[in-house]
């Protein structure tokens, strides 16, 4: 309300207001309302067998939580690399920092098949992880490792900036006041990265749960066991099974739409302090 | 706590900071390093706190060398200019963070810590603010609360870079008449840093005025306003007008004043506006003709700008509003003024 009653610098809160609500309408609220609509073709037993069935829980288990632990890998790691690539002065540091967006641009499909080759028994890593009595390719293990892939580019990119802007003086306060490097890293440091953290964990989070060509082939898609939600989606859409194939997605939908919820929340209130 | 500057050198690669620094702090005084940007005073408050290493040179609180000793360990209390709050903390959390970082041996207990708090919120006269962020805060208050978080571990030494330079004149004023109180109040040995002349002679015991990485001179603010020891200091402490004398090889003179010459019988006085005086008729063959060509009545010395007769020259003058009313200048109007206080260097040969 008082967004409009306050004049702005930018006129035309209306009109920017209707173009935003009729442009997610026609990019993202009709197609998932569709979505629902083709799952409510279906009866209610029909739909609770489909998405309540052993196989269907198994792949959102596997799904959810791999994503999860993926996701967690490069909460950590990806600020660590984000931490270096600010923090040090690196031969090679303007490479490293392209190859951090790699993961963006290669076609899943290739990542899949690379990753997949890799960690094989024969594979460079694979043989000699292997005989150690650890199998990484076509197991719950090698979804992991495809999901940590393609996340890691969504927290080093959001943390980077802010790490960058983060005030040096924060850091020399802390020292003075009898501060060591953890509790400075801890107590200083971290809270102001924290809100950056989680909007690079959900969105790692978001991709990897619907990361669906790099995870396949590494995967080796056997039921119960490896198989991803959006892989049982594309076999029931194969089988011609459309209502059912959306009474999965709807489902994971929910789910996701949860768990990014949550995360919002979290990440609202670890910037309650920037209020004015 | 006094601290004991010796042979303190600093460079950053081919620029110097720091040109073998040596001064004394006198434990319990407030000391302003005054100078312009790039003069080194910065560079050298941080060398005090630690967060800089010197090349050369140690340094000393009360003859017990700390130079090799790690910041968190020198037990001194850091105001920073942009304030250096930690935004996600609460006023409270901000002022008892050096409490509760202490090892667990030596952490008081919550009650002490608060107890702690709410006394220097007190002096900081902040009391109502204790659950606010920084970001609720004016830069006037968050400079208070900075100030409060540096004195909650009772540092031995307090160091401000430039603690008001970020904040607008009015709080500035305020701020600074505040912290002369509150040291008259706590004692603690203090070193701030400024580029501004009237807060350093305002607020300090004592004035360390520097120029490219060397002390140029160094005592109260009365000594360095009145006496200073070379133009340069000078000139940075207020504003000037530069008079070529001419005088014969026993001494030069100009009006009632005499004043040493260098061998060619030429030197230059240095007049401070205020003791430029202003008069309708010449009264002796000394005073010099000049046309008025800008005043400025507001403010509490009037300013004038004279043109002198026989060279062009612009001379500044201020005068105290009751004289600028009974002469009743107007631009454009010839008039006679008379420098007084006329202070001469004698230019150094050494060099």
């Known amino acids: 309300m008082i967004a409009i009653k306050q004049r702005g610098v930018l006129p035309g809160f209306g009109l920017a207001m209707g173009f935003t609500i009729l442009y997610l309408s026609l990019i993202v609220l009709i197609p998932l309302s569709s979505l629902l609509f083709k799952t409510a073709t279906l009866s209610w037993v029909d739909f609770w067998g489909t998405v309540a069935s052993a196989r269907v829980l198994a792949s959102f288990r596997l799904t959810f939580g791999a994503a999860l632990i993926a996701a967690l890998i490069n909460g ?60 990484i390719a076509y197991t719950p293990l090698g979804i992991m490792v495809a999901m940590t ?16 802007d983060l005030e040096k003086e924060l850091e020399e306060a802390a020292a003075c006041l009898g501060a060591n490097r953890w509790q400075t890293f801890v107590r200083v440091i971290f809270p102001a990265i924290t809100p950056a953290l989680l909007t690079g964990f959900a969105l790692a989070y978001a991709r990897a749960i619907g990361e669906y060509g790099s995870v396949i082939f590494i995967a080796g898609n056997m ?29 994971m939908l929910l789910f996701s739409f949860l768990i990014l919820l949550s995360i919002n929340l979290v ?10 | 706590m006094g601290i004991q500057i010796q042979n303190i050198s600093k460079q950053f690669g081919n620029y110097t900071a720091l040109d073998q620094i040596d001064l004394t702090v006198p434990s319990g005084e407030l000391v302003a390093l005054l100078g312009p940007s790039g003069s080194g005073k910065t560079t050298l408050l ?20 700390t130079t090799q000793r790690k910041v968190r360990e020198r037990q001194v209390g850091f105001v920073f200019q942009h304030y250096a709050l930690f935004r996600h903390m609460t006023v409270f959390d901000n002022i008892a963070f050096g409490m509760t970082v202490k090892p667990r041996a030596e952490r008081p207990g919550k009650a002490q810590i608060s107890a702690r708090v709410h006394e220097l919120l007190g002096l900081i006269q902040l009391d109502n603010l204790v659950d606010r962020y920084p970001a609720q805060l004016s830069g006037g208050q968050r400079q208070r609360v900075a100030l409060a978080r540096a004195l909650a571990t009772e ?24 912290l002369r109180k509150l040291h008259d109040e706590i004692h603690v040995t203090s070193v701030f840093v400024t580029h501004d002349q009237e807060e350093a002679l305002e607020v300090a015991d004592r004035v360390v005025v520097m120029n490219q990485a060397k002390v140029e001179q160094v005592g109260t ?34 009006g009632e004043s005499t004043f040493p010459v260098d ?89």
């Open chain 1, 76 to 135: 950590v790691f990806g600020l660590l690399v984000a931490w270096v690539l600010v923090r040090y002065k690196i031969p090679g540091k303007r490479i490293i920092d392209a190859l951090v967006d790699l993961p963006f641009a290669l076609p899943t499909a290739v990542a899949g098949i690379t990753l997949a080759g890799l960690y094989s028994s024969n594979g460079w890593i694979g043989r000699f992880i292997e005989p150690l009595g650890l199998k």
């Open chain 1, 149 to 164: 892939f393609i996340g890691i580019p969504f927290v080093v990119r959001t943390v980077q900036p802010v790490l960058e």
């Open chain 1, 223 to 251: 039921p119960m066991v490896s198989e991803i939600t959006p892989l049982l989606i594309i076999t029931k859409l194969e089988q011609y099974d459309y209502a059912g194939a959306t009474a999965i997605a709807s489902v």
């Open chain 1, 267 to 276: 990440q609202w209130w670890s910037r309650r302090h920037a209020e004015r």
């Open chain 2, 46 to 65: 941080r060398i005090i706190a630690g967060l800089e290493t010197p090349d050369t040179g140690t340094i000393h609180f009360d003859g017990e060398e």
């Open chain 2, 155 to 178: 540092p031995k030494v307090l160091l401000l870079d430039e603690p008001f330079g970020a904040l607008d004149a009015k709080v500035r004023q305020e701020l600074r008449r505040w």
């Open chain 2, 221 to 254: 603010p009365e000594e360095v306003y009145d006496r200073p020891a070379n133009p340069f200091v000078y000139g940075f402490l207020g504003n000037v007008n530069l008079f070529h004398c001419r005088g014969n090889e026993s001494g030069g003179q100009h």
């Open chain 2, 263 to 351: 061998s060619d019988g030429v030197n230059i006085g240095y007049v401070r506006p205020g003791d430029i005086r202003i008069l309708r008729r010449a009264e002796s063959a000394a005073d010099i003709a000049a046309e008025v060509i800008f005043i400025q009545g507001a403010g509490a010395l009037p300013r004038v700008e004279l043109r002198r007769v026989d060279n062009g020259e612009t001379v500044h003058a201020e005068l105290p509003r009751e004289q600028y009313r009974q002469l009743a200048l107007k631009i454009g109007e010839q008039v006679y003024i008379q420098p007084t206080n006329i202070r001469v260097f004698v230019p150094d040969y050494q060099i």
